[in-house]
């Protein structure tokens, strides 16, 4: 079964860390392309953004120009209304509206600022501006030709870039002209405040950072350049221009990259733990599951024994074969040892699973724990003593207070600690049991000069089932319980177990139990602890 477990650990690799590494490798090609593709994609993406933010701006100049300057020709002739008209349609970045009404002499030009006030004593540049401007809607005028009253964008002076439209009378002739000369710097912040508001209405999640002017370049944008695009109404010269706040196309791919591959190497990481705890919860379910078989397979042994020695003695003693009453009282030693050893296998199958189902509950009750000890190891030598068993016991220190304990459970774990130490003595059979009282505690030692316990070990013969599987052990049964019960019991009175040993020269297992004062307080430091 260990064999079979082991194996397919060896399988665990290839079958689950292999086809994981492959996963990631692809998973992290699939990240690299993405990243290039999200590179291009970004810049794409900024670029239809960036196109429509100035389709924007050119449709909100079309409009507010429309609105402003789609005069009837009756509007024309009402001077008192015209200032207000205008002041109620503002067109961004207009320094001053004006209209022309053309006469056969000449024409009547009137001017008014932005707020509605009509302004006198013109200036010169703007009057030659307006002049160039409208030359051939005068033209117009005089042949008397009909025309369509769209909007009409002149910028061949860029000092007055000026949008106007025709008034036309209702034959759709031409009889004047109302237009607005606009503010360069003026209309640059109005534009990049029209294009950045328009920017975070279209796309509220993205910081961009938006530029108007006519210094911007023709650049797609490499890096952390701007991507531009030119205006198509007015400003024709000018472009608006985006870019990210914080990164370029390609940073920005690159920290998404390892964003996705973060995610992806906590994934597998985390995969793997779980892989690596389940195959571990197998693993220790299949030693579990061994050490259960073995303890079945031991404990029948060492039921089967002593039963079948007992039997034939009996048998023996029943057919009157022995008649010596020597032998018989060998046989009859013979049979009560056995029949001893059975009921301290079956006290500890039975301790173990009322330890398990939570059910063992202890008496406590004040003992003179050194003459318990006394008499357990002395009731525990007799029988062995022709077997070549012998045990010395000590005591020293300040005779300890009764103390508080479970009689028979304290017995049973000595009685546990004795045995092993004759089972693993590996022929020399002295061993030594000392009581030993020290202020705030009494240490309980059985010390034999067997076969010793290897370091890696100590720990684990603690464990229910666990056997040490090599060397001499092998020859020597045992159910796996008496030391995870001797555990339990101390712990249950408050103390420890400690263990010392040596390979091939001996071990020595103290049962550390503490010195409660009247009202049960626990005087040992480490208990404290
Ligand atoms: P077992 O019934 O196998 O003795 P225990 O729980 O009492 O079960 O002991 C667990 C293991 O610890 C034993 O199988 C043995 O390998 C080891 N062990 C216990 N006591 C001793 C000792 N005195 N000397 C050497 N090894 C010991």
Same mark, same amino acid.
């Given at each position: 079964m260990r064999r079979l477990f082991r194996r397919s650990m060896y399988w665990f690799l290839p079958v689950?860390?292999?086809?994981?590494?492959?996963?990631?490798? &692809?998973?992290?090609?699939?990240?690299?392309?993405?990243?290039?593709?999200?590179?291009?994609?970004?810049?794409?993406?900024?670029?239809?953004?960036?196109?429509?933010?100035?389709?924007?701006?050119?449709?909100r100049y079309r409009r507010d120009a429309e609105k402003a300057l789609a005069?009837?020709?009756?509007?024309?002739? +009402?001077?008192?209304?015209?200032?207000?008209?205008?002041?109620?349609?503002?067109?961004p970045g207009a320094r001053r509206f004006f209209t022309l009404e053309f006469n056969d002499k000449h024409y009547v030009s009137r001017m008014w600022s932005t707020n509605g006030i009509e302004t006198k004593g013109h200036d010169w540049s703007e009057a030659e501006a307006i002049k160039l401007a409208t030359m051939g809607w005068s033209m117009a005028y005089k042949w008397g030709r009909v025309a369509q009253p769209a909007l009409q964008v002149d910028e061949r002076d860029r000092k007055h870039r000026i949008i106007l439209r025709p008034v036309v009378d209702e034959s759709m002739r031409v009889v004047g002209v109302a237009g607005v000369i606009l503010d360069a710097k003026w209309a640059q912040k109005k534009i990049a405040g029209i294009a950045a508001g328009n920017f975070k209405e279209r796309f509220p999640k993205r910081a961009m950072t938006v530029r108007v002017g006519d210094d911007l370049p023709r650049m797609t944008g490499m890096g952390r350049e701007f991507i531009t695009q030119p205006l198509g109404f007015v400003f024709t010269d000018w472009r608006v221009g985006i870019r990210d706040a914080c990164a370029s196309p390609e940073e920005l791919a690159a920290s998404s990259f390892r964003h996705n591959m973060m995610w992806s190497g906590g994934a597998?990481?985390?995969?793997?733990?779980?892989?690596?705890?389940?195959?571990?919860?197998?693993?220790?379910?299949?030693? %579990?599951?061994?050490?259960?078989?073995?303890?079945?397979?031991?404990?029948?042994?060492?039921?089967?024994?002593?039963? +079948?020695?007992?039997?034939?003695?009996?048998?023996? &003693?029943?057919?009157?074969?022995?008649?010596?009453?020597e032998k018989i009282r060998e046989y009859g030693e013979y049979i009560e040892a056995e029949s001893r050893r059975l009921t301290q296998l079956i006290n500890n199958i039975l301790d173990f699973s009322k330890i398990e189902?939570?059910?063992?509950?202890?008496?406590?009750?004040?003992?003179?724990?050194?003459? %318990?000890?006394?008499?357990?190891?002395?009731?525990?030598? &007799?029988?062995?003593?022709?077997?070549?068993?012998?045990?010395?016991?000590?005591?020293?220190?300040?005779?300890?207070?009764? %103390?508080?304990?479970?009689?028979?459970?304290?017995?049973?774990? %000595?009685?546990?600690?004795?045995?092993?130490?004759?089972?693993? +003595?590996?022929?020399?059979?002295?061993?030594?049991?000392?009581?030993? +009282?020290?202020?705030?505690?009494?240490?309980?030692?059985?010390?034999?000069?067997?076969?010793?316990?290897?370091?890696?070990?100590?720990?684990?013969?603690?464990?229910?089932?666990?056997?040490?599987?090599?060397?001499?052990?092998?020859?020597?049964?045992?159910?796996?319980?008496?030391?995870?019960?001797?555990?339990?019991?101390?712990?249950?009175?408050?103390?420890?177990?400690?263990?010392?040993?040596?390979?091939?020269?001996?071990?020595?297992? $103290?049962?550390?139990?503490?010195?409660? $004062?009247?009202?049960?307080?626990?005087? &040992?430091?480490?208990?404290?602890?």
């Open positions: 689950v860390i292999i086809p994981l590494g492959g996963l990631l490798v &692809m998973q992290y090609r699939t990240l690299r392309t993405l990243e290039q593709k999200s590179v291009s994609a970004e810049r794409n993406w900024q670029r239809n953004a960036i196109e429509a933010v100035a389709a924007d701006v050119d449709e005069l009837a020709h009756v509007q024309l002739l +009402s001077f008192g209304t015209l200032g207000k008209h205008f002041r109620e349609h503002p067109v597998f990481m985390v995969l793997l733990g779980a892989i690596g705890l389940a195959g571990g919860a197998v693993a220790r379910q299949a030693r %579990l599951s061994q050490m259960k078989s073995d303890f079945v397979s031991n404990v029948s042994h060492e039921l089967r024994t002593p039963l +079948s020695s007992i039997r034939v003695f009996g048998e023996y &003693m029943r057919l009157g074969r022995v008649t010596k009453e189902s939570a059910e063992k509950n202890y008496r406590f009750c004040a003992t003179d724990v050194v003459e %318990l000890v006394e008499q357990t190891v002395a009731g525990f030598e &007799m029988p062995l003593r022709e077997a070549g068993v012998t045990i010395a016991f000590s005591a020293s220190g300040p005779p300890p207070p009764p %103390l508080q304990l479970d009689k028979d459970a304290i017995a049973q774990v %000595l009685v546990n600690l004795l045995d092993n130490a004759v089972k693993y +003595s590996n022929g020399n059979k002295n061993i030594d049991v000392t009581v030993v +009282s020290a202020g705030d505690a009494v240490r309980i030692s059985v010390r034999d000069r067997g076969i010793g316990i290897p370091a890696l070990e100590r720990k684990k013969i603690f464990d229910k089932f666990y056997r040490v599987g090599s060397g001499l052990v092998h020859d020597v049964k045992g159910s796996g319980l008496g030391l995870s019960i001797v555990e339990h019991v101390a712990k249950a009175h408050g103390g420890h177990v400690e263990v010392d040993s040596e390979l091939g020269a001996g071990s020595t297992f $103290t049962i550390v139990l503490p010195v409660r $004062t009247a009202d049960g307080a626990v005087t &040992m430091t480490q208990e404290l602890a």
